[in-house]
């Protein structure tokens, strides 16, 4: 049992969520601490004037530090996964959170010692050359892949997002308090920066003694011809039955999304080409890895403006309120866990991930308008399902690539970074001729892109 407990990468998941959420609110407060102090050295500016320059300054310090946490893994993350596949498979785990330990631990510099809040900018550069967030994550994926039947592969990657969810809600919701009751010589956030090395530090000690690579789980593809021993093939016994009904069978080998074409195949008995199937199925790889960029687009573009949001006129949210409303960011992963769990059993891959998306744009068409808290709140709430789509797809995608490399999840894991980075780009640019409709354009925007 304890042997089997080492190949879980849930502990690792949960500590460094937890870790990036006190990091997260810290820097974002210490970054308007920052911006208004400098604000303040400029005596003539009036309070509406020093506002706009204090978001014009946010925005530009997140715009410079995103995209260099966005771009440096490219220099780094195939080599690390090439490295990773042929001496060690934690490799992929360990160099990245070594590289979270050592870059989020120069924040409490910055503010212990004063340091210019521009060593974040380098900070983000070295997290990103020891492979960043796209590293680590494909590599926590892969690693619960391997250890997880095709059966129940979906539901295994959602538990991984289900503790990655409740880590972060666990991290936002103490965050605010930490950062405005606990002071270390009167320096706001030194706890956070402290608490989440202590964590980091942690992920990397489990990650190099304890965390062990699973074996990989070999099982036999079902075939007409050889149905499993004590069992009657339900394909071949039931030839003639709706297909919808063959669909809605969530215990199949194969993936859901395939069953229309392999049903054909199976009951002529391998009649067509091998080639033929296998071409089948790259050019749905391609179609879920088109469904994923742009999915990820809409969804990175949202995510990414909502710091600016929620500092801002009409919320103007303090560091409380916004560990508040990041938790209920993180609920949604809990709650598009159990969705993924439930709606499993009784619908096809390509319906929840349908659910999913049309969660998310009617959640964003909602914040589109907010203008008071309780607002915020029911587009949150309408978003429930929103985190569906991307772990399907990851799960239907794994259920075609055979082996154990990485490189799946490291170009899914670029692809969504790149977006992030266009999204981003292009909500700044829409922010500079009409401040006051920031919020509002950004969101429709996002919508726009997903429909």
């Known amino acids: 049992m304890f042997a089997a407990a080492r190949t879980w990468t849930e502990p690792i998941v949960a500590g460094a969520q937890i870790a990036s959420a006190l990091y997260d609110t810290g820097l974002l407060m210490v970054v308007k601490d920052h911006c208004n102090m400098t604000n303040s050295s400029s005596l003539q500016n009036t309070s509406e004037n020093s506002e706009e320059e204090q978001q014009k300054r946010i925005s530009n310090f997140y715009m410079i530090y995103n995209l260099v946490l966005g771009l440096t893994p490219l220099l780094s993350a195939f080599l690390i996964a090439r490295l990773g596949d042929k001496k060690n498979k934690k490799i992929t785990i360990c160099g990245p959170l070594v590289g979270y330990l050592v870059s989020r631990s120069l924040l409490l510099f910055v503010i212990m010692l004063n340091w210019p809040i521009e060593v974040m900018f380098g900070a983000a550069a070295l997290n990103g050359l020891t492979g960043g967030f796209s590293t680590y994550w494909a590599g926590v994926m892969a690693l619960a892949s391997k250890g997880s039947s095709e059966q129940r592969r979906a539901v295994r990657l959602s538990t991984i997002e289900l503790t990655y969810g409740v880590s972060g809600f666990i991290g936002s919701m103490a965050s605010g308090h ?3 009751k606990v002071t270390i010589y009167k320096h706001s956030g030194s ?13 990397v000690f489990y990650s190099l003694i304890v965390l062990k690579v699973p074996q990989e789980t070999n099982e036999p593809i079902l075939h007409a011809q050889d149905p499993p021993r004590g069992r009657v093939n339900p394909n071949l016994q039931h030839e003639n039955k709706a297909p919808n009904n063959f669909l809605r069978n969530s215990q199949s080998e194969r993936t859901p999304l395939l069953h229309g074409r392999e049903e054909n195949t199976l009951a002529s008995v391998n009649t ?19 469904a994923a960029i742009l999915y990820d687009l809409a969804v990175a573009g949202g995510v990414d403006v909502l710091p600016m949001f929620l500092i801002k006129e009409p919320l103007k949210w303090g560091p409380e309120e916004i560990g508040y409303g990041n938790a209920t960011g993180y609920v949604l992963f809990v709650t598009s866990f159990l969705g993924v769990y439930i709606f499993s059993k009784y619908l096809r891959e390509s319906t929840m991930i349908m659910i999913g998306m049309l969660s998310f744009s009617g959640g964003m068409l909602i914040m589109a308008f907010v203008q008071w808290t309780f607002m915020y709140y029911i ?15 990851r799960s239907v995608i794994s259920k075609q690539i055979q082996g154990s490399s990485y490189a799946s999840y490291i170009i899914e894991g670029f692809e969504q970074k790149l977006t ?12 500079e001729p009409k401040k006051t409709r920031i919020t509002t354009e950004a969101f429709v925007m996002q919508l726009l892109v997903w429909n």
């Open 178 to 180: 930490l950062f405005v």
């Open 191 to 203: 706890v956070l920066a402290i608490l989440s090395s202590v964590l980091y530090a942690f992920c």
């Open 272 to 290: 067509e080409p091998v080639e033929n199937v296998v071409a089948v199925d790259k050019a749905i790889i391609s179609l879920l890895f088109a």
């Open 379 to 393: 587009a949150r709430l309408v978003m429930l399902f929103a985190l569906i789509p991307l772990p399907v797809i």
């Open 420 to 431: 992030s980075i266009l999204a981003q780009q292009s909500e700044n640019r829409s922010q």
